[in-house]
């Protein structure tokens, strides 16, 4: 079987659960191991993670380039680790800087690149990833015919299964290319913490539309997300009026999402929406009008006022749980 390397994503000294899903996943595939950059002192936590999710190795490099500066560095990094490792694939999480990435490793590496997979498989002359494509419409198989594949997975394609394996780190030297250094991160702004999931990770997504009606009515969305633990969404149409921020919008233009749940309130099922939601395991719509679209691609429709139903539902919610 051959190497499987995985990009682990990390923040606050913590791998992310999309890492453990691409270990998971690896272990279809090949021998998964982990490459962790930029970690510093954590990164020891952070190889004992990966091994507990089926990380034969961990290539860990450090140096202040992998935060002083843009994605070249960790291209860089990715690439010497690829080539001196003969291995068999790369998989990266696809987020925006995932994504980009991965882009540019394919390029350095001459090989063919496979973007937002869903899920992935073994096959006879490479990995197979399923893909949804035509906004979501139609779910195609590819492959890449030239070098080592390059694939980017989104977040919530399975479950993480511990699985131990060695963990053995190894020091990696990165020599950076005479480009790592040019674009420099000169600040950053944390985020304001909501205390919700993010939004393209999380399991649950309760998501609200048109039919909220005004920026209040994100309040009965709201706490049924809370109730669920889950993340916030919006579709275009309520962020474009400034009901809710961008960085919540689900959709072709905004966030593409992929949870286990999708509970689609006051949304109507355009195909700008639809595109950014569709591969969601299960989905959910509220709506008062029978004849919506998205009630086309629902698992359960409940066609009623959101207002009357949500609260009903967040009540359940919270006696179920105790």
Known sequence: MGEILVLVDHVDGQIRKPALELLTLARRIGEPSAVV????????????????????KVYVADGAEFADYLVVPKVDALTQVAEAAGAAAVLVTSSGEGKEIAARTALRLGSGIITDAVDLQAGDSGPVATQSVFAASFQVNSRVSTGTPVITVKPNATSPEAAPAAGAVEQVEVQFSATATGTRVVSRTPRVSTGRPELTEAAIVVSGGRGVGAADGFGVVEELADALGAAVGASRAAVDAGWYPHTNQVGQTGKQVSPQLYVANGISGAIQHRAGMQTSKTIVAVNKDPEAPIFDLVDFGVV????????QLTAEVKARKG
Do not use: M
């Open 37 to 56: 950059l930029g970690a510093g002192p954590a990164a020891a936590d952070i190889a004992a993670k990966a091994g507990e999710y089926g990380a034969a």
């Open 304 to 311: 009623g006022d959101l207002f009357a139903v949500l609260p």
